[in-house]
Nanobody, 123 residues
């Protein structure tokens, strides 16, 4: 079983950077694929980036490709989302997810979720 806690969100200006962290506890972290999703009020949860259990495969949504980078450190049991060149449209609650699945863009594929961290980008 895995518990996830996100951190690193905040209020920034357009063009700034943030790094989100997702700390995991429990067993089996190194065997789980990890992903970041984001959600704004009135919309469905949106895939942002995912990474395979070994870290050898990543997938980034077109909206963030070239600006955001997902990574993981299995020794620290932590997954990261480095966000550069932030835009107002990146404003959302960002969620960390884990599951014994291949890289998957659907939120229903992931079993474990954190509570989210707010990212707000002003213009």
């Amino acid at each position: 079983q895995v518990q996830l806690v996100e951190s690193g969100g905040g209020l920034v200006q357009a063009g700034d950077s943030l790094r989100l962290s997702c700390a995991a506890s429990g067993n089996g972290f190194s065997t789980y694929a990890m992903a970041w999703f984001r959600q704004v009020p009135g919309k469905e949860r949106e895939f942002v980036a995912g990474i395979g259990w070994s870290g050898d495969r990543t997938l980034h949504a077109e909206a963030v490709k070239g600006r955001f980078t997902i990574s993981r450190d299995n020794g620290k049991r932590t997954v990261y989302l480095q966000m550069n060149s932030l835009k107002p449209e990146d404003t959302a609650v960002y969620f960390c997810a884990a599951g014994r699945v291949p890289l998957n863009i659907s939120p229903v594929a992931y079993r474990y979720w954190g509570q989210g961290t707010q990212v707000t980008v002003s213009s």
